[in-house]
């Protein structure tokens, strides 16, 4: 290597004054800091304002009395056991439909499916899926599942519609956990000889269970709150009944009749309350809201401790 | 499939080997029996060319070192035994890898992958365990290949680990963390998780670059324990490493198998002018 000669500057060197840089960057960081945390509050307070105005209008309402009372025509008679005990089996058949479906997809398209034109244009339909309204699907199941099928207004029917409706959450999230799993996991896997169906399940599946889990809090979250393809599908609002339990004292002591019948479920007893002239049913109806809530905190919670479960073991 | 037959130099007991004096290697090429034979390879990463034509010998339980200046293909060349280069689209192979004795090209089409890397292990620069436990991860070629019983698999497991001389620092932890270890060690749990299946080559790629010296010497006394049990081609871009610890070398450049020969001769005698000037750091 022949020497050169080191290349010299022709140009004013470039003054810096670094005590300066250090404040002007500590103001602007202080700056938004501030918007940051004004937003935060902002959204937190209406939050909380909401609940607030929950808790002063229904909070004392709520006793033993109305979370085991049917719907009654005088406001401080009703309940809503019906409502509640249909939202939690429209919720687990919801996820035993959604989750086992949209991670099976999920691993398919993303280490099965070649990546060519077709499957381009499938990963763009799901992730649009994610986006229609939900009573679109609401329309759908009408006209599939009750019109074609010629199926009744079941709790099984409700749970395929919002199965349906979460579906590309679930599959979305899935992908993105196994392509957030490095390279080297895979190549270390692959190297060893091992097949797909052994790398999935070894090693891939594991180590994507945090992210599918968190798409699986995401979908469930909206689920419960889903009014709109209930009424669709007909939920009814007044049901003094319940339906059949799963558990039976006879073999084979788990029945599946609770699957086939008719439901309402939380969402619609506020609706149908919060419609209603008298001022008692209104009250219920926020009453209603607090429980919702609660449910939905627990439903998250228990899914955020599983996550926190594995986590911590691997 | 339980029985686990050594399928080439008796498994030698570890505490009965002793360290071989790094001194002459010189053992007759000719009369050294071969595992495999590049023939002419040829390698291309879509419509680059990355390989040319490449030919060498890979000899039976001996330890080739493929060296070279950064770029050179040695890295590529070494993924073609492993079928490595499939996992990723667009790539292709052109000429042959023959697996002796029974003369089968491993980069044909016909060939699937899976099959090669069942009998040709990897270990990677960057130290990769499973974020599973230590005796999971030595296990896990074992468990792949369908082989359960637990007597037989902890018994493998001990005889990897002991090989790959870490035996007696994790044998009171094995169900903990791989995650755990120093990097040396995973590397060496690594090497471990490669062996213990017995494959008939074992690939390793630059695997001591990213660790310290003192790991890297303990690696390198591994290689040299177990370099003639089993076929090892190694890819460094430490020549002294490469002096230290192989049988043969092959000098690569620009994709092309420049000078192929016994270590010894290419580090003190080479035939050609650009290995010489590769060697006494002229360029690279």
Redesign the interface.
Known sequence: MTDVPAPVSTLAPVKVDAATLVRQAKRSDARFEIIGLAVLTLSMAVLLLLIFDFMFDGLARINVDFLTNFPSRRPADAGILSAWVGTIMIMVTTALLAVPLGVAAGVYLEEYAA?NFFTNVIEINVTNLAGVPSIIYGLLALGLFLQTFGMGQWVLVAGMTLALLILPIIIVATREALRSI?L????????????KW?TVR??LL??ARPGILTGAIVGMSRAIGETAPLITIGALTFIAFLPPSPIQPEFPFLNLDWLFSPFTAMPIQMFNWISRPQAGFHINAAATGLILLAMTLLMNGLAIWLRYRIRSR? | MDDFTVKHSEAVRPHEVSIPAPTSRVDSAADAPRRAEVKSLSFYYGDKQALNAVSFPVLDCKVTALIGPSGCGKSTLLRCFNRMHDLYPGNRYEGEIRLLPEDLNIVGGDVDPMYVRLRIGMVFQKPNPFPKSIYDNVAAGLWVRGVRRKALVDERVELALQRAALWDEVKDRLRESAYGLSGGQQQRLCIARALAPDPEIILLDEPTSALDPIATSKIEELIATIGDQVTIIIVTHNMQQAARISHFTAFMHLGNMVEYDQTEKIFTNPSEKRTLDYITGRFG
């Open positions: 990546k490095p080297e996991t895979r190549e270390a896997a692959y190297g060893l000889g091992a097949d052994q070894m090693y594991p180590a691997q």
